[in-house]
């Protein structure tokens, strides 16, 4: 069975394994020279792409076993975060924040750095506090913040290089309900303000198109007990989908095209249990690189990007989602510099991508900013030893949990290897 990401972009002839026990798993793990786990395929990067074997968690059995003090519970790690998400609401609990898309393994969105947005929210990849690992000799490990403390802090953001998680150990908290507002504002006035709301609201982010002076700005509040929304969307693809095909086929149109369309109204609300609010469908296909900015520098790095492809009017069919995330102590997270803006750029699949995703980055990386690591990027070795300071003790332990490669591809052999 061939295997390839969500945006088909990335595509592997390897084949592809769903395990239903750990024993099946660990035996997989053991007879195979290269392995490489997947969740939905949300990467853009060659992170799952593999020449060996190549592993599907989403089959496996498992059950979530909530702590006594209800602070943390055992998660089989291969459940998506929407499956996840829901068995936690039946117990009463909830993730204090998810991003807006929920298809995504909770191993898969912890390995890396995953995250929604909020002043003091930070990536999913915090919340762990335990690994139950197959190693590359079959044989199951765990790590915590005590017991093989090097190997946890690495796992914590481990990119798939130190083994394949089976069970995590995540905190959690309280049941909670959101109120979702939507509204189209000048760019203007969200430029000006964006950071007092971003103190005021647990959650705020926007949506700019960049042929455009308006913007779509989204919060996010905790509201009283109400009943799931009607809406599994924030936002009306149909039209934007139509509009994104004229674009592919006359390139030229898109910055009238993006102009008209925000004429329309964007206003709307959802109200509902948390997990419900926080993702949304999300059917059209894209590619997408995202940098993590300084929160310093962020409002004024987007306004250098859009004026830019402003003024070259570049077809750039998507709008840039603009989010605030929580600094972290993770070693390869791109949050553990001090809170960041993270500035996601998208382009519809159906047109070129490549040289515009790679100019943008010169101007991300200018202004000081790390990628996600799941999103499309250029990073060499020696950048990420430039911008990774644990870099080299992260290889370190990588070496000294799978000392033949098991768990390394090409991409990741040629930053970590």
Known sequence: MSWSNWSGSVAASAPLLRPKTEAELANAVRGAASVRATGAGHSFMPLCQSDGLILSLEDMAGTITVAPDRRTARIPAGWSIKRLTAALWDEGLALANQGDVNPQSLAGAMATGTHGTGRDLGNLATFARG??????????VWCDATTNPDLFQAQRLSLGLFGIATEIEAEVVPAFHLAERIEKKPWGEIR????ELVEQQRHVEFWLFPHSDSAILKTLEPCDPCDPPASTTDIEETA???????????PALVPTLQWAMMKTSFDGQRRGPAHAI????????????EYEMPRATGLETLEEVVRWIRRKRLPV???FEFRIVAPDDIWMSPMNAG??????MHQYAKMPWRTLFADAEAIFRAHGGRPHWAKRHTLTRADVDMLYPMAERYRAVRRAADPEGKFLNQHMTELFS
Do not use: K, Q
């Open 339 to 344: 809170p960041v803006a993270a500035i996601s």
């Open 131 to 140: 690994f139950r690992l197959i190693g590359a000799d079959g044989e199951p």
């Open 240 to 250: 934007f989908r139509r509009l994104l095909n004229v674009g592919a086929f006359v």
């Open 192 to 195: 000006e303000r964006y950071d």
């Open 278 to 289: 926080f993702p949304s469908d999300r059917t059209i296909r894209f590619e997408e690189m």
């Open 317 to 319: 069919s998507f709008p």
